[in-house]
């Protein structure tokens, strides 16, 4: 029993940070998300009774299996499929991971449909979500199509990812500038355990259901402007609760700090961008088509930027006949 699946990354303009149960994952609050076209993770999972124990091969990398967060997953899948057989694993990221490219949303999503698959299991969108979102918490958005809503549930049942809009509603561009791919030092999983700690954390709680109405008002006008100011207030405003907790979180580089500063520059020139950040350095610049090429001409100029990834409203994860091994 074999399977395949490609998944995308997705980018939050609204982001969930802490969580109601560690244990299921379910959010301190929903988020909005789209999901982007070339941050990929394709995986090919294999249940077979020949094999001893399980095998999780990362870009060519095997990795240990203490305590691994994918064997954990399988273990699910298992269980549901009421299978006892071990799995082979073999997954390939097309960008860096554990730099705020969200490689677990891909990952977990793409392990989720091609573990289900290969163990004979027949899911509904919503039992994806639900069961990727175990793995990692914002892998339930990269499941459904396009624009994505998080449902803030307060049971398992009832928090899951749904597409809001298709791929081609809007026509915008995530242009991710890759500052450095080198892993960051504490894990978003570790990192939220710290959300209590900032004294700001109740008052982000507080607003954060009014932010997402706003968000999902603006996304169904199509404003570019107010989506972008939203978009980056909201990103600042994560990393004001990350700097504040204790132990406290900095994930960004000087490379990342100076398109900060820049995109708040190119703004005043009449160039219309914004940047969202994810725990990490590296920065999302979301911008309408018509301006992708003059936003990447001024990245190429930036001797901190290592690569250059433009991404658009993509599907979620689908299964693809091409296995890995």
């Not at 073999?90 to 730099?99: A, D, L, Q, Y």
């Not at 500052?179 to 209590?196: F, H, P, R």
């Not at 990447?296 to 250059?308: G, T």
Request: proline residues 3%; glycine residues 6%; aromatic residues 8%.
């Amino acid at each position: 029993m074999k399977a395949t699946s490609i998944a995308p990354s997705n980018i939050a303009f609204i982001k969930y940070w802490g969580k109601k149960d560690e244990i299921l994952r379910l959010p301190e609050n929903g988020s909005i998300s789209m999901n982007l076209s070339n941050l990929l993770t394709t995986t090919t999972v294999e249940f077979n009774h020949t094999y001893k124990s399980d095998s999780i091969t990362i870009n060519g990398i095997q990795e240990p299996n203490d305590g691994n967060r994918a064997i954990k997953h399988l273990d699910r899948i298992r269980k549901l499929a009421s299978l006892s057989q071990k799995a082979k694993v073999v997954t390939i990221n097309n960008f860096p991971s554990s730099t705020g490219l969200s490689s677990s949303s891909s990952g977990f999503a793409a392990l989720t449909l091609a573990g289900t698959k290969a163990a004979g299991l027949e899911l509904s969108e919503k039992e994806l979500s639900i069961l990727a979102r175990q793995g990692s918490g914002s892998a339930c958005r990269s499941i459904p199509d396009g624009f994505v809503e998080w449902l803030d549930g307060d049971t398992s049942e009832s928090s899951y990812a749904r597409s809001l809009y298709p791929t081609d509603y809007w026509v915008i561009a995530d242009v991710v500038a890759i500052v450095s791919e080198g892993k960051k030092d504490i894990s978003s999983a570790e990192g939220q355990k710290l959300v209590n700690s900032s004294p700001f954390f109740s008052v982000r709680r507080s607003h954060m259901a009014e932010k997402i109405k706003k968000m999902k008002e603006i996304l169904k006008e199509k404003n570019f402007r107010d989506f972008g100011e939203l978009l980056e207030a909201e990103a600042l405003e994560l990393h004001a609760i990350m700097l504040t907790s204790t132990p406290s979180l900095i994930y960004w580089t000087p490379g990342t700090f100076k398109i900060m500063k820049l995109v708040k520059k190119w703004r005043t020139e009449g160039l219309s961008v914004y940047f969202t950040i994810n725990t990490g350095q590296d920065i999302h610049l979301i911008c309408e088509k018509k301006n992708i090429k003059k936003i990447v001409v001024k990245l190429k100029d930036i001797k901190e930027v290592k690569n250059i990834i433009v991404n658009y409203p993509t599907i979620g994860a689908r299964l693809n006949p091409n296995h890995l091994f």
